[in-house]
Nanobody, 114 residues
């Protein structure tokens, strides 16, 4: 069974940066379009960014220009560089395929607060 392990979250002040990582194990994920999702308290999980197998990227409007998704197929890792963080970015962040097909990992908590 595919395993997703997210890391890199934490508490950061508004305007700060974090880099999230997701290691995908027990599969070769290079052919998949991978996404980062987030779920704020009391809200539905939403897709914030995705990256295709060829490296093409797309972002939800609220994070464009601030977040950058990348992947390292040799390490089965997808990352999310988050800059200029805002309180509304506070959420648990998860990775999965673009149309989620794997069991969700535990996620990593990102809290943006002064």
């Amino acid at each position: 069974q595919v395993q997703l392990v997210e890391s890199g979250g934490g508490l950061v002040q508004p305007g700060g940066s974090l880099r999230l990582s997701c290691v995908v194990s027990r599969t070769i994920f290079s052919s998949y379009t991978m996404g980062w999702y987030r779920q704020a308290l009391g809200k539905q999980r939403e897709l914030v960014a995705y990256i295709t197998s060829g490296g093409g990227t797309n972002y939800v409007d609220s994070v464009k220009g601030r977040f950058t998704i990348s992947r390292d197929n040799a390490k089965n890792t997808v990352s999310l560089q988050m800059n200029s963080l805002k309180p509304e970015d506070t959420a648990v962040y998860y990775c999965n395929t673009f149309q989620p097909i794997w069991k969700w990992g535990q996620g990593t908590q990102v809290t943006v607060s002064s």
